[in-house]
């Protein structure tokens, strides 16, 4: 039996980050609906089960230190919030994990931004494939920020020195 809950945390967990990415350090207000698409409370007001597996994403995030919000808003959402440190650090950092290879003519600054984790979550949304989705986060989550190398910093992305 397949673990669909799980390809749908993944796929909202990534969405999630792409978005504080993209709006980095501005904290914002991440609606569950924006995530997770529509959804009508039943007769009683309850929300579906789907609808609150993302909310439960958000404030798992944000419990295990990957993002910081002040307040919740209602089951709608949350407010004011930021990648933390944590995050930030692993989701720009070099990936050894990599789902396309970029061009190789790239210049190397761009050719650097271009292996970093965060371009290889979006390769893995934009292709919408559940299981590379699920691979890129997986990796995401199972690495250590205290291990992270910029891409910056390593030697084959450097400009070679200058003569004087």
């Not at 050894?96 to 290889?120: F, I, N, W, Y």
Request: a negative charge; aromatic letters at 8%; charged letters at 25%.
């Amino acid at each position: 039996m397949a673990d669909i809950h799980i390809d749908d945390f993944c796929r909202d967990a990534a969405l999630i980050l792409l978005h504080l990415y993209n709006t980095f350090p501005r904290p914002q207000a991440i609606y569950v609906e924006d995530i997770s698409g529509p959804d009508e409370p039943d007769e009683v007001g309850l929300h579906s089960k789907r609808y609150m597996a993302c909310l439960g994403t958000l404030l798992w995030l944000a419990s295990e230190g990957y993002l910081r919000y002040d307040s919740l808003i209602y089951q709608d959402g949350i407010d004011q919030a930021v990648l933390t440190n944590k995050a930030f650090v692993l989701l720009s950092a070099a990936s050894e994990l990599r789902l396309k290879e970029p061009p190789a003519d790239l210049p190397g600054t761009l050719l650097a931004e271009k292996r970093a984790l965060v371009e290889q979550i979006r390769t893995a949304v934009r292709e919408g494939h559940s299981a590379d989705i699920s691979t890129v986060m997986r990796f995401f989550f199972a690495a250590r920020p205290d291990a992270v190398v910029s891409p910056a910093t390593l030697h084959h992305y450097q400009h070679p020195p200058l003569d004087h």
